[in-house]
């Protein structure tokens, strides 16, 4: 879930080519599957849970309009893990973004429910998702997009490989106050180990 209590800073990664990827299994029961026709609704249950968007339905209209049209893709490239019971919980997918005329292969929309939070379901979908996207990009840089919100997913894409960069104009991504996430991170980190 966004920490909304600091401030709100970008926060742009990038993992080097040739950086391993770590695996992670799921507990007994659960398993990761991709996306089909209809996943749009548990794509939008999955993002409102953790406040990425306001509500459900302002959350299926961002998917509809900016994913639906590359619906060919979702089916290779959005992961989702299902519980026993068949309910889809976390969700992750392995997309693409241009910096000018470079397109270059992005890690988007990393989110669990709060109720599966913290019982690695997160690490089991960013190295599926990694998977996937070696399998179709190739073995590049890959990139992705947080924020000072999500400052307890830093910690999980770091052991995933990605390193936080103070690259300027990523994806349209100004990047341009690096030092102020910086003291955020830092300050939020000191709190995890003094309390």
Not at 19 to 32: A, E, F, Q
Not at 67 to 85: I, N, Q, S
Not at 107 to 133: D, I, R, T, Y
Request: hydrophobic fraction near 40%; aromatic fraction near 14%.
């Amino acid at each position: 879930m966004l920490d909304k209590s600091v401030p709100f800073f970008d926060i742009l990664m990038h993992r080097k080519k040739g950086t391993p990827i770590k695996r992670h299994p799921l507990p007994d029961g659960y398993d990761i599957v991709l996306f089909k026709p209809g996943d749009e609704w548990n794509w939008a249950k999955i993002e409102a849970s953790v406040l990425e968007f306001d509500d459900e339905g302002a959350a299926l209209r961002y998917f509809q309009a900016d994913r639906m049209p590359y619906v060919r893709e979702l089916v290779r490239r959005c992961a989702f893990v299902v519980d026993p019971k068949g309910e889809k919980v976390g969700t992750a997918t392995a997309w693409w973004n241009y910096t000018g005329v470079r397109r270059d292969p992005w890690l988007h929309w990393v989110a669990v429910k709060p109720p599966f939070q913290g019982l690695g379901f997160g690490k089991a979908l960013v190295g599926e998702v990694l998977s996937l996207m070696r399998a179709i990009e190739g073995d590049r840089d890959y990139y992705l997009h947080t924020q000072t919100w999500s400052h307890k997913a830093v910690n999980m894409y770091e052991n995933a490989g990605f390193e936080i960069t103070d690259e300027r104009n990523l994806a349209g991504y100004e990047n341009g106050h690096y030092d102020e996430a910086m003291q955020v991170l830092k300050s939020v980190r000191r709190q995890y180990i003094y309390g």
